[in-house]
């Protein structure tokens, strides 16, 4: 147990990394953070990439708060307008933060149910293949952004529309050596999703869109050195957000049945393994905060027929560490 800005951090329930702070008052706490900024930063490294606040419901009222509360995790907190044409997913006190919802305008679809959808023990699938959509936010651009902060203003019924999180530390550091040796100094290709480059659509002979500076595809490294905590993690998405036309790894055979997607599938399947992921039932104003350098997520199906989910989102900036280093922002090319 630590402490932060005054806060227990406990331990994550029914899972080998993250921690929980329980708040009880959310703008008392976001003061209490940019008094000692530093701190809930500094708490994010030593829980492996995750926390989960509780009771930070005063940013539905206070947008800004989420704002607030983002900026010491980076030197910048992503303008939206600058870096996406998606206008209909701007949050309309600002475009700091967007709108994950199947409310209009967003009309963001529910993920699909994994087939079969539960597991035979009731519980929610979570490895790869049988669960898909795993991925790190951005990872199309160079650098991807560093921390993503969560907001269920809205979260759908607690049965439903949860968050699955995989710890990228914990899969690396339980590698079999010759997965790990074959991980270690691989470019994986990241393209933005629904382009045309995702699985489904060559397993489809869908056309490919044209691409711009924002989609990518860049090449980023398998395995990533975290340039705070010096501690190695599994970067790597799947399905939408990898290139399956020209990768998915850079020098290997590529396409939907090359020795590339052979590994992908290896690599996947071992890294969301339930002992490295953590599934999270939303309650209203629930804050996650989760290191894209280290951790990877994927979303879960909701009944968006029949009920509104309304999530908010802030992405960091600052720090993605020496392979970046000199490098123009991709997305100003």
């Known amino acids: 147990m630590n402490k932060a800005n005054g806060y227990e951090i406990q331990p994550l329930p029914s899972a080998r990394f993250g921690g929980v702070i329980a708040v009880v008052d959310g703008a008392a706490f976001v003061d209490a953070v940019e008094a000692a900024p530093d701190e809930l930063p500094q708490a994010l490294g030593d829980a492996d990439g995750f926390l989960l606040l509780k009771g930070m419901g005063a940013i539905s009222d206070d947008p800004e708060l989420l704002i607030r509360i983002s900026r010491p995790f980076g030197a910048e907190v992503e303008d939206y307008a600058v870096t996406s044409n998606r206008g209909n997913l701007f949050h309309p006190h600002s475009s700091h933060i967007i709108r994950i919802s199947n409310l209009p305008p967003m009309n963001f679809p529910a993920p699909d149910q994994p087939d079969p959808p539960r597991l035979p023990d009731g519980g929610l699938p979570v490895q790869f293949p049988q669960r898909r959509g795993w991925h790190t936010d951005q990872s199309f651009r160079r650098p991807p952004p560093d921390i993503s902060l969560f907001y269920a203003h809205q979260p759908a019924p607690r049965d439903q529309g949860q968050t699955l999180y995989a710890d990228g530390v ?83 055979e590529p396409g939907i049945h090359g020795d590339g997607a052979k590994l992908l599938y290896e690599l996947m399947t071992h890294f969301t393994q339930p002992a490295f992921t953590y599934a999270h039932h939303w309650d209203r104003g629930d804050l996650v905060i989760y290191d894209n350098r280290c951790t990877i997520h994927s979303g879960t199906w909701f009944d968006a027929e029949h009920v509104a989910r309304d999530m908010w989102r802030t992405t960091v900036w600052g720090n993605p560490g020496p392979a970046y280093e000199g490098e123009q922002r991709s997305w100003e090319a």
Not at 179 to 191: F, G, I, K, S
Not at 202 to 217: A, F, H, Q, S, Y
Not at 228 to 240: D, F, H, I, M, N
């Open 170 to 252: 914990g899969a690396y550091e339980a590698l079999p050596g010759d997965l790990r040796d074959q991980a270690e100094n691989l470019m994986a290709l990241h393209v933005a999703p629904f382009k045309g480059y995702g699985e489904d659509a060559v397993i489809n002979g869908d056309p490919p869109m044209e691409l711009n500076e924002r989609d990518g595809p860049q090449a980023q490294p398998v395995v990533r050195l975290h340039p705070v905590t010096g501690r190695k993690a599994l970067y790597l998405c799947e399905r939408e957000q990898i290139d399956w036309r020209n990768g998915p790894f850079v020098g290997m």
